[in-house]
């Protein structure tokens, strides 16, 4: 009897059942159950393994550099906009710089215009004429400035006579503003005084050109020079309320006559605040005889072209002919795109150009 199954089975088991444990313990070992993990399963897992790290890096470094590339293109558009700033500060800088040299230059050349026709001594003195006059200073201006854009000024000199009245006739046809350089002499009567507050009544500017129209008289001196602009100013004054602040030379303001005296005028003259134009355009009617309407109006518009033109034209009584040109010289800057304006210390002034002192 084999002791060992006797021994081990259990205490009054039946006999198939000692028999059954004997055969099992003599039986081989049994195979692995499936399921097992293989070396071949190992490596797949493995790699599984270092794949999903590697996605998870890859992920990782991904939304870094997409994170970076925000930032980079982010600091780009800032640089961008700081240059374009930087650009845009350095052309208002250059302008100003630009505009504070023409200033400059502007100044320069007033500096030493003053200095060429000063009508100071050398050592400061002023001449006694300076004290002449009190009352005689142009008034403030604070109305538009004028400085072109295709801009006509029609004047006219040596009135008021009959003339005017068919002057302001057709001005005020054409809705058009103009001058009216006034002599003191001419402007004595009644009648022509109504004329001259028409003149003002009508929006018009009257402006001086003298009491005598005397180029000897006028130019006699500086101190004759102010008599009788003095007079007139305190005329026109008397007669429509009135102070006017532009005038004209008899003749222009560089003429055969004020040769030795026309820089202390124009001085003289600025300091107290009066403006002078002269011309660039003349309907070239002071003549003995009267030129023909035609003739006049073709000279008239010889300004066309001019960004400012200053139109010099006479309404004294034996210029009938002017009055007739009066309305073809009207259209004809209408014609070419000019407006009218009517002279006063806001319009640049248009002069002619001083000769150099040797």
Known sequence: MDHTLHHDAPPNAPEELRVSLGELE??????????????????????????????????????????????????????????????????????????????????????DTLKEYSIAAPDGTLPEYTQLYPDFYAPAWEGETIAGGNVCCLTFDDGPSANTDRVLQILDRYGVKATFFIVGNSAASAASQERMRKIVGAGHTIAMHSWSHNYNTVYASVESFLDEFSSLY?????????????????????????????????????????????????????TATPRPAWDIAADCLKGVGKDLSVVLCHD???????????????????????????????????TFGYPKIQ
Not at 38 to 48: C, D, E, G, Q
Not at 55 to 82: P, S
Not at 269 to 281: E, H, I, L, P, S
Request: charged fraction near 15%; glycine fraction near 6%; charge should be negative.
């Open 316 to 350: 004294s009584a034996a210029r009938a002919t002017t009055v007739e040109a009066l309305p073809a010289v009207i259209e004809g800057y209408q014609n070419a795109g000019y407006t009218f304006s009517a002279l006063h210390p806001g319009v640049r002034p248009v």
């Open 26 to 111: 003599k039986a081989p070992a049994a195979t692995p159950a499936p399921g097992v993990p293989k070396p071949l399963f190992i490596a797949v897992a493995a790699l599984a393994v270092v794949l999903g790290a590697l996605l998870a890096l890859l992920c990782f470094f991904d939304r870094d550099y997409r994170h970076n590339m925000a930032l980079m293109n982010a600091d780009q558009e800032f640089m961008r906009q700081e240059l374009e700033q930087a650009n845009t500060d350095l052309t208002a800088a250059q302008e100003k710089l630009a505009q504070a040299q023409n200033e400059l230059t502007q100044a320069q050349e007033t500096i």
């Open 234 to 286: 305190q005329y026109i004054h008397e007669v429509t309320g009135v102070y006017p602040s532009v005038f004209r030379f008899p003749g222009g303001s560089i003429n055969g006559y004020n040769r030795g005296v026309y820089q202390e005028i124009i001085a003289e003259m600025t300091r107290r605040g009066f403006v002078y134009f002269d011309w660039n355009a003349s309907a070239q009617d002071a």
